[in-house]
């Protein structure tokens, strides 16, 4: 009896099933079409070199055409002109990537790369009247700005641009594999100020900082060693920081940032003197830290990759 | 088995078939029910871009737009040519006077419609309208709006037409930090004649008008024998606005109402529309035009609020409204050391006005002129110091001067009393010398602390001619 009970209960279930699954058979189907469409292809001549110069090369997506959700929009930014990225772009590959893929002898930048670059055709200038030069963020994306200003023939300004490149790179690596802040903070410890942008960059230097923005903290002082130390030769770095051959200062009057040159005040004092030694072997410890951790990290000596991209650089500036 | 068949035939077991039952019907194909919208989100979305996107390209002549981008600023006004290819060019009624000579007024950039919080037309390569979008020219004054270029936007959020298709709504996308709005722009469709419209004449006659003074004076005259009303004007080209402040005269004083700020737009014909003007405590008029007239140097109504009786001016006075006595904090060493100028200074440069260039020469973009007037030692005999750098080379003249001052008109004037250095002035110098030391005297003026810097700001107008003008940073002691 039992048995029969329970094969009755299977046989209503059953039914009961097929006719729950029977009623909804008819249900229309769903919209052909996919809600994620991928972009078509472009046949842009510029996006076509992109996509074979960074994208399939170095798996580096690069944003030209303004995107909101990307830049900051509290700030009054505005896309690059077309015309500029390119030649920004070939700068960008031949004085950053290409170094130091040669020097590390294989793709090192492809390994240890931001996925996205953002190029800003203007200036970023802050309410307090900084100026940023660039971003990265997460390790992941380095945003550069003035992308439009850059003259290609003038060194300076090819030097300046790629100064950001190199310090944003330095904090791509810093981001992935932690230099030594605490043994760095020890350098210069009362040096670091909030209120950077107060400091010009010579005063800096005298105070055992490569420029004014280093003095805003450890990682940004170690990202301005890297970028100073990779946009000059070894002789411009070495009078760079040799700061006991210093005699001059810049003359204010008032207190009003006046510069006059040519006028230059020569101040011998004994304490200037001691300044000047402590703050240029500040500097040569920084220095030798920078070394040791391109070295020990990512097995890249600094001072080869420093002679590659300054010969990269005179040939870039030349043609 | 009877027994079990009225088992599962029992109250129960029928409730739970008949609630079996309910929700089996409930899936079965009602064509009564139909989907509410026909097709998937993201083809409505490609519908409403081509929408936008068609109309944009079906203007044989283009649009124009006269976009105000914040509330501190005019009007700025462009001719947009959409094409197929993605690319648009863009002409501008932009001046030498906003962006230099090189700045061009055609450019060719991309654009992209794509869905934001509603279609969203966006300038997505650098053109020309991204001008107004520059951190790096910023010349609203005051605190805070240093690095805000002219507030301006290149992404418009697209928000319906007019019955007869002839003008778009967009509001910008971008959000305006201090008061929440997002600026409505009109895109009105281009007519043959339309390139005509993008006129910078009014700068020019606003140039023209202003040569002959500083002080600058709006009358109202509401006609049918209505009282006139007085107000004083100053333009800002680069903002492409004017500010007025209605005189008021009382028997034994007179002041100035607070300024309102009128935003300019640039008409073809030598004419300026003002987009609205404050004439009396509760007159508001709008869309006030006037014309240029070239002798006189005045600006004349040509209709107010459909009112032919009513007339309108602005031109020329000689000297200020209201004399002030702001020069008696000068020469009091205890609240000032010096006063500091300097040539083109991107904060007060423009308060000094065009025909000072008639008086010392202009070396190019590399010069600077940098002039303290030191009011430091309680005694009569001051001094001040030029300091060229630049093409001239680098050189310094101590100049001493001794002040006087007329009271009774309100002047402070300079007497020159030979170099400190004994080396001989740079020619190029006298003539600013001269007009240092012109017998007449200056006007003082101080405008208070109207810059990002916490400096008051004076200014010293020639009274022999009143076109000349200095803006001066103020040292305090």
Same mark, same amino acid.
């Given at each position: 009896?039992?048995?029969?009970?329970?094969?009755?209960?299977?046989?209503?279930?059953?039914?009961?099933?097929?006719?729950?699954?029977?009623?909804?058979?008819?249900?229309?189907?769903?919209?052909?079409?996919?809600?994620?469409?991928?972009?078509?292809?472009?046949?842009?001549?510029?996006?076509?070199?992109?996509?074979?110069?960074?994208?399939?090369?170095?798996?580096?997506?690069?944003?030209?055409?303004?995107?909101?959700?990307?830049?900051?929009?509290?700030?009054?930014?505005?896309?690059?002109?077309?015309?500029?990225?390119?030649?920004?772009?070939?700068?960008?590959?031949?004085?950053?990537?290409?170094?130091?893929?040669?020097?590390?002898?294989?793709?090192?930048?492809?390994?240890?790369?931001?996925?996205?670059?953002?190029?800003?055709?203007?200036?970023?200038?802050?309410?307090?009247?900084?100026?940023?030069?660039?971003?990265?963020?997460?390790?992941?994306?380095?945003?550069?700005?003035?992308?439009?200003?850059?003259?290609?023939?003038?060194?300076?300004?090819?030097?300046?641009?790629?100064?950001?490149?190199?310090?944003?790179?330095?904090?791509?690596?810093?981001?992935?594999?932690?230099?030594?802040?605490?043994?760095?903070?020890?350098?210069?410890?009362?040096?670091?100020?909030?209120?950077?942008?107060?400091?010009?960059?010579?005063?800096?230097?005298?105070?055992?900082?490569?420029?004014?923005?280093?003095?805003?903290?450890?990682?940004?002082?170690?990202?301005?060693?890297?970028?100073?130390?990779?946009?000059?030769?070894?002789?411009?770095?070495?009078?760079?920081?040799?700061?006991?051959?210093?005699?001059?200062?810049?003359?204010?009057?008032?207190?009003?940032?006046?510069?006059?040159?040519?006028?230059?005040?020569?101040?011998?004092?004994?304490?200037?003197?001691?300044?000047?030694?402590?703050?240029?072997?500040?500097?040569?410890?920084?220095?030798?830290?920078?070394?040791?951790?391109?070295?020990?990290?990512?097995?890249?000596?600094?001072?080869?990759?420093?002679?590659?991209?300054?010969?990269?650089?005179?040939?870039?500036?030349?043609? | 088995?009877?027994?079990?068949?009225?088992?599962?035939?029992?109250?129960?077991?029928?409730?739970?078939?008949?609630?079996?039952?309910?929700?089996?019907?409930?899936?079965?194909?009602?064509?009564?029910?139909?989907?509410?919208?026909?097709?998937?989100?993201?083809?409505?979305?490609?519908?409403?871009?081509?929408?936008?996107?068609?109309?944009?390209?079906?203007?044989?002549?283009?649009?124009?737009?006269?976009?105000?981008?914040?509330?501190?600023?005019?009007?700025?006004?462009?001719?947009?040519?959409?094409?197929?290819?993605?690319?648009?060019?863009?002409?501008?009624?932009?001046?030498?006077?906003?962006?230099?000579?090189?700045?061009?007024?055609?450019?060719?950039?991309?654009?992209?419609? /794509?869905?934001?919080? +509603?279609?969203?037309?966006?300038? @997505?390569?650098?053109? =020309? %309208?991204?001008?107004?979008?520059? #951190?790096? *020219?910023?010349?609203?004054?005051?605190?805070?709006?240093?690095?805000?270029?002219?507030?301006?936007?290149?992404?418009?959020?697209?928000?319906?037409?007019?019955?007869?298709?002839?003008?778009?709504?967009?509001?910008?996308?971008?959000?305006?930090?201090?008061?929440?709005?997002?600026?409505?722009?009109?895109?009105?469709?281009?007519?043959?004649?339309?390139?005509?419209?993008?006129?910078?004449?009014?700068?020019?006659?606003?140039?023209?008008?202003?040569?002959?003074?500083?002080?600058?004076?709006?009358?109202?005259?509401?006609?049918?024998?209505?009282?006139?009303?007085?107000?004083? /004007?100053?333009?800002? +080209?680069?903002?492409?606005?004017? @500010?007025?402040?209605? =005189? %008021?005269?009382?028997?034994?004083? #007179?002041? *100035?109402?607070?300024?309102?700020?009128?935003?300019?737009?640039?008409?073809?014909?030598?004419?300026?529309?003002?987009?609205?003007?404050?004439?009396?405590?509760?007159?508001?008029?709008?869309?006030?035009?006037?014309?240029?007239?070239?002798?006189?140097?005045?600006?004349?109504?040509?209709?107010?609020?459909?009112?032919?009786?009513?007339?309108?001016?602005?031109?020329?006075?000689?000297?200020?409204?209201?004399?002030?006595?702001?020069?008696?904090?000068?020469?009091?060493?205890?609240?000032?050391?010096?006063?500091?100028?300097?040539?083109?200074?991107?904060?007060?440069?423009?308060?000094?006005?065009?025909?000072?260039?008639?008086?010392?020469?202009?070396?190019?973009?590399?010069?600077?002129?940098?002039?303290?007037?030191? *009011?430091?030692?309680?005694?009569?005999?001051?001094?001040?110091?030029?300091?060229?750098?630049?093409?001239?080379?680098?050189?310094?003249?101590?100049?001493?001067?001794?002040?006087?001052?007329?009271?009774?008109?309100?002047?402070?004037?300079?007497?020159?009393?030979?170099?400190?250095?004994?080396?001989?002035?740079?020619?190029?110098?006298?003539?600013?010398?001269?007009?240092?030391?012109?017998?007449?005297?200056?006007?003082?003026?101080?405008?208070?602390?109207?810059?990002?810097?916490?400096?008051?700001?004076?200014?010293?107008?020639?009274?022999?001619?009143?076109?000349?003008?200095?803006?001066?940073?103020?040292?305090?002691?």
């Amino acid at each position: 009896m039992n048995n029969t009970k329970k094969y009755i209960r299977i046989l209503f279930s059953g039914i009961m099933i097929i006719i729950l699954l029977a009623g909804c058979d008819e249900e229309p189907g769903l919209t052909p079409g996919s809600n994620l469409n991928p972009p078509p292809a472009s046949d842009d001549a510029l996006d076509l070199w992109i996509q074979e110069n960074y994208v399939d090369s170095f798996n580096i997506e690069v944003v030209y055409s303004w995107q909101e959700s990307l830049v900051d929009q509290s700030r009054y930014l505005y896309p690059p002109h077309k015309d500029s990225v390119q030649s920004v772009l070939e700068f960008v590959k031949a004085l950053w990537i290409e170094p130091y893929n040669r020097v590390a002898g294989k793709p090192f930048v492809q390994e240890l790369k931001p996925s996205q670059l953002v190029l800003v055709g203007g200036r970023n200038l802050n309410p307090a009247g900084t100026i940023t030069l660039g971003l990265a963020e997460a390790g992941k994306r380095i945003t550069l700005f003035e992308v439009n200003l850059i003259d290609k023939s003038d060194s300076i300004q090819v030097n300046r641009f790629m100064q950001t490149v190199h310090h944003e790179y330095a904090h791509i690596l810093e981001q992935s594999r932690p230099f030594n802040e605490e043994v760095w903070g020890e350098i210069t410890p009362e040096g670091y100020t909030a209120q950077w942008f107060n400091e010009s960059d010579r005063g800096s230097q005298e105070e055992g900082f490569i420029s004014a923005y280093a003095r805003s903290n450890e990682n940004e002082d170690f990202a301005e060693m890297v970028a100073y130390m990779l946009t000059t030769n070894r002789e411009q770095w070495n009078e760079l920081i040799d700061i006991t051959a210093r005699d001059t200062e810049v003359v204010t009057m008032n207190g009003i940032p006046v510069i006059i040159e040519g006028r230059p005040q020569i101040r011998e004092v004994p304490e200037e003197r001691n300044r000047f030694t402590r703050a240029e072997e500040d500097l040569k410890a920084k220095e030798q830290l920078v070394f040791s951790y391109y070295r020990d990290e990512y097995g890249l000596d600094i001072y080869v990759l420093q002679d590659s991209i300054y010969n990269a650089t005179q040939r870039a500036i030349r043609r | 088995m009877k027994k079990i068949i009225q088992h599962y035939l029992s109250q129960k077991y029928l409730a739970f078939m008949f609630g079996l039952v309910l929700i089996v019907t409930s899936c079965s194909d009602d064509e009564t029910t139909q989907p509410l919208f026909d097709k998937s989100a993201e083809e409505r979305v490609q519908a409403e871009i081509s929408v936008l996107r068609n109309t944009l390209l079906e203007s044989e002549f283009g649009w124009v737009a006269s976009y105000r981008p914040a509330e501190e600023t005019g009007y700025f006004r462009f001719l947009f040519k959409f094409e197929e290819d993605g690319t648009v060019e863009t002409q501008t009624n932009f001046d030498s006077n906003l962006f230099g000579d090189d700045a061009g007024r055609r450019s060719v950039s991309e654009y992209e419609i /794509v869905q934001g919080s +509603t279609t969203k037309l966006s300038f @997505t390569t650098e053109g =020309l %309208i991204h001008r107004l979008s520059d #951190s790096n *020219f910023s010349p609203i004054p005051g605190r805070g709006n240093g690095g805000s270029g002219l507030k301006g936007d290149f992404e418009f959020l697209y928000f319906g037409k007019s019955d007869n298709g002839d003008t778009l709504a967009f509001r910008a996308n971008r959000t305006q930090p201090d008061n929440n709005t997002q600026y409505i722009v009109r895109f009105v469709r281009a007519g043959s004649e339309s390139e005509n419209s993008l006129s910078t004449d009014p700068i020019n006659d606003i140039g023209e008008s202003t040569q002959k003074s500083v002080y600058q004076a709006l009358v109202y005259d509401p006609g049918s024998g209505g009282e006139q009303l007085t107000a004083s /004007v100053d333009y800002n +080209t680069r903002l492409r606005t004017l @500010t007025m402040r209605r =005189l %008021i005269e009382e028997s034994d004083t #007179s002041y *100035f109402e607070d300024e309102y700020v009128a935003g300019m737009d640039y008409l073809s014909g030598n004419r300026i529309r003002l987009d609205s003007l404050r004439l009396g405590e509760n007159e508001l008029f709008r869309d006030v035009i006037l014309q240029y007239d070239q002798p006189t140097g005045f600006f004349n109504s040509v209709e107010i609020n459909g009112e032919s009786d009513s007339r309108i001016s602005i031109g020329s006075r000689d000297k200020p409204f209201i004399l002030t006595k702001d020069y008696l904090d000068l020469i009091d060493p205890a609240q000032t050391f010096n006063l500091l100028f300097i040539y083109r200074d991107p904060d007060i440069g423009d308060l000094t006005t065009p025909a000072f260039n008639t008086v010392h020469a202009d070396y190019g973009r590399d010069f600077r002129l940098y002039t303290f007037f030191r *009011f430091d030692s309680g005694v009569t005999l001051k001094e001040f110091l030029f300091i060229f750098q630049g093409a001239t080379g680098n050189s310094s003249l101590l100049q001493q001067l001794e002040y006087n001052v007329d009271a009774d008109r309100n002047r402070l004037i300079f007497i020159n009393k030979g170099l400190v250095n004994g080396a001989p002035i740079d020619p190029s110098g006298q003539p600013f010398l001269n007009l240092l030391t012109d017998p007449e005297g200056f006007y003082v003026e101080n405008l208070g602390s109207v810059t990002r810097f916490t400096n008051q700001i004076y200014t010293l107008t020639s009274v022999s001619n009143p076109a000349i003008r200095m803006g001066f940073y103020h040292i305090l002691p």
